[in-house]
């Protein structure tokens, strides 16, 4: 049983239709394993098929064809298998209003088969973790977003599936939380647990994820490890360089070497290029003769670079 | 604890959130058969076919069917609570079957009808004087339960599928309409034209307050009851049914 595969993907499409409208082709044949163990990022840009995907896996849509196996279970044909070992915070909020924390993460616990002792042992360290423990007994619906974010995703650290969902798990929740929420997946991992991720956050990505899956209307653009992926994007280079004042009209003079990437703050500007190391390297030359210049800084790929240049390949002109 | 259990466990924190609402439900039926029933009788000297009884006696299982009615239309409509706190879409994925979900979701509502029927009942028959048939009050309990039960699952069925919460209530709106007045809820049938009797005999609600006032007064033919008691088995069935396609569907 060990050797299988936490998720195994063949072929997956999952088409839209509604009456007067063409059909949408969110998953478009998608194919993709992932290791027990790992954590896994799928990333992608708006309506990618990211989250149509994460919903097949979950058992919350059927697909329109292929299969989807989760821990070895067929998700059409068998879904209850596959609920019993997985645990999900979806992309929208989902919380009881009405119920304060602990009840809501009780709540969870006792969906997912826990005894009365078991929800007791855990759910103060649970709370404290994600500081809500003051709070407790407060209904979520007198908490701010990011507090019932919290309950959200602190529900699934109650159980122990073997797989943990999370759809753009860090919306609306502060750095300090979302560092101590990652530092926790981690854990996780490290222990057995699966999580399968979606993001758009790459920073996230780039800091969680063992194996990392890039989609673009809902096909694969590309797949593997992180520095798998950087060599997808090599001769792309990162140049930081900061002046001790911008000179005129610079910003307009890069834009014209069309970069993967631009972006200008104050007297920094950061631009992101496909060139061979010579040109970039002269390029830095060029600009250090247009003004004094502080700091620079000549970089490979970063993931987000990765994801512009192989998802902008697939983007309407 | 079981799916079935939790599920149940969930309903029944929400509900006892809002004392007022189960203090409403437990007693606002009897308070309808005081105020209307006793009112009626007063007003217009109600005479059921030349039978001594009076209308507060007739309308007991009329209130009672009522209040199945309003319960399960009520237990729908959390469908939209669920939908708007986005936890429908997470329990979609909790280890449970859709039919767990729809019966767990009734299943304390059911009990609220039990004990509201069991108020009504106990207090009809002490204060305004209803000659209650004891013996027959376990399948009395097994009608309301059930009449809850499947007039839940036929709301389910636009709750789920009618994903705007004002057209939902417009739809209620219209049931409860024709649904409550085109039935013997409130009056005999049989001095109704004839039209009006035939739409009345094909609907549910007629079969659930004509076995409910056998239940409870031990009024009406076996036959006809009989008929009854298997359409609206069959009714119950379908709604399940529809209801559980319904939620597949949506998932």
């Known amino acids: 049983m060990s050797s299988v595969p936490a998720i195994e993907v063949r072929d997956l499409v999952k088409v839209y239709s509604r009456r007067g409208e063409s059909a949408i082709r969110a998953v478009d044949g998608l194919s993709f394993a992932v290791a027990r163990g790992s954590i896994f990022g799928l990333l992608g840009p708006n309506g990618a098929g990211k989250s149509t995907t994460l919903r097949i896996l979950t058992t919350q849509i059927r697909p329109t064809s292929g299969t989807a196996r989760v821990a070895g279970y067929d998700v059409v044909s068998q879904p209850l298998e596959v609920r019993r070992r997985i645990a999900v915070v979806i992309q929208e909020q989902a919380v009881d209003l009405l119920l304060s924390a602990r009840d809501n993460l009780a709540g969870f616990a006792r969906f997912h088969g826990l005894a009365p002792t078991q929800i007791h042992a855990k759910i103060d360290g649970v709370l404290r973790d994600f500081d809500l423990f003051d709070q407790a007994g407060r209904k979520v619906q007198d908490m701010s977003g990011g507090f019932r974010r919290r309950v959200q995703v602190a529900k699934i650290f109650m159980v122990d599936t073997p797989i943990v969902f999370l759809d753009e798990f860090s919306t ?132 987000e670079d990765v994801f512009v240049e192989l998802t902008a390949k697939g983007a309407p002109q | 604890m079981s799916a079935l259990g939790a599920i149940v466990h969930r309903e029944a924190k929400i509900r006892i959130t809002n004392l007022m609402f189960i203090f409403w439900d437990l007693l606002y039926p009897l308070g309808y058969l005081l105020v209307f029933g006793v009112g009626i009788d007063r007003a217009l000297h109600f005479n059921v076919a030349g039978d001594a009884s009076d209308y507060h006696s007739f309308f007991l299982a009329g209130v009672l069917g009522m209040a199945s009615f309003g319960i399960a239309s009520n237990t729908a409509w959390s469908f939209f609570m669920d939908r708007d706190n986005g936890i429908f879409f997470e329990m979609l994925t909790y280890p449970m079957s859709r039919a767990q979900y729809l019966l767990g979701k009734v299943l304390f509502n059911v009990v609220i009808a039990l004990v509201q029927a069991a108020v009504t009942v106990g207090l009809s028959a002490a204060v305004l004087g209803v000659p209650v048939v004891w013996r027959l009050l376990p399948t009395g309990a097994a009608i309301v339960a059930i009449g809850t039960a499947a007039w839940f699952f036929f709301y389910a069925i636009f709750a789920i599928l009618v994903r705007q919460n004002d057209a939902f209530n417009s739809i209620t709106s219209i049931f409860y309409f024709v649904f409550l007045f085109a039935s013997s809820m409130f009056y005999p049938l049989d001095p109704l034209p004839r039209m009006f009797r035939m739409v009345a005999y094909a609907n549910p609600v007629t079969w659930q307050v004509d076995l409910l006032r056998y239940a409870t007064t031990g009024t009406g033919s076996a036959g006809a009851l009989a008929l009854e008691a298997v ?12 209801a559980l396609a319904a939620l597949r569907r949506e998932s």
Not at chain 1, 228 to 247: H, I
Request: proline content about 2%; some cysteine; hydrophobic content about 45%.
């Open chain 1, 172 to 303: 609306g929740m502060d750095p300090i939380l979302k560092r101590s929420v990652m530092a926790s997946l981690r854990a996780e991992a490290a222990r057995g647990r699966t999580i399968v991720l979606t993001t758009q956050i790459l920073s996230e990505a780039e800091e969680l994820c063992d194996d990392i899956l890039i989609v673009n209307r809902g096909r694969e653009v590309a797949r593997g490890d992180l520095n798998a992926l950087k060599l997808l994007s090599s001769g792309v280079y990162e140049v930081s360089l900061t002046f001790d004042s911008l000179p005129a009209g610079l910003e307009e003079e890069l834009a014209r070497l069309h970069p993967l990437r631009l972006s200008v703050s104050r007297s920094t500007v950061e631009i992101a290029l496909k060139e061979s190391e010579h040109r970039v390297l002269d390029l830095v030359s060029q600009l250090s003769a247009r003004g004094r210049i502080l700091r620079v800084e000549v970089g490979g790929a970063s993931l």
């Open chain 2, 231 to 242: 359409a609206f088995g069959i009714f119950m069935l379908l709604s399940f049914l529809g």
